[in-house]
């Protein structure tokens, strides 16, 4: 079962933390956005962290791979930069930030409803 409270609460760290991230690329870098948000959330240990908490309820062990880790932010970032520019780019036109919340929100919510997330804890 999903704890939403849980959700609500990693939803809302990761936007804050994508935002920063954005403020020192122009949107025009979405990939690059994309791709350090989930590369640097690997480098500081935020996998493991995530990891860890699932693994009180299952069965998940974590292994540090930066060849796998780049791929990832790779895809990530192909994705954000596809995403972004197809589908939340003019959901609210003036307001950048809103439109990557929530592509931010939609994401996180599809890859821990799809089990997406748990491909990093294996």
């Known amino acids: 079962m999903f704890d939403i409270k849980q959700l609500t609460i990693e939803s809302t760290f990761i936007i804050i933390y994508t935002l920063s991230i954005k403020n020192y690329f122009g949107i025009k870098q979405i990939f690059i956005i994309g791709f350090l948000k989930h590369f640097l959330a690997g480098l500081l240990g935020l996998h493991y962290y995530y990891c860890s908490i699932k693994s009180l309820n299952y069965t998940f062990t974590f292994t540090f791979d930066i060849q796998r880790l ?53």
């Open 70 to 122: 780049l791929i990832e932010s790779i895809l990530e970032g192909l994705l954000f930069h596809i995403l972004y520019f197809n589908v939340f780019k003019n959901i609210i036109s003036t307001y950048e930030d809103v439109n990557i919340s929530l592509m931010i929100l939609i994401l996180h919510l599809s890859f821990e409803f799809l089990g997406i997330h748990e491909l990093f804890c294996s």
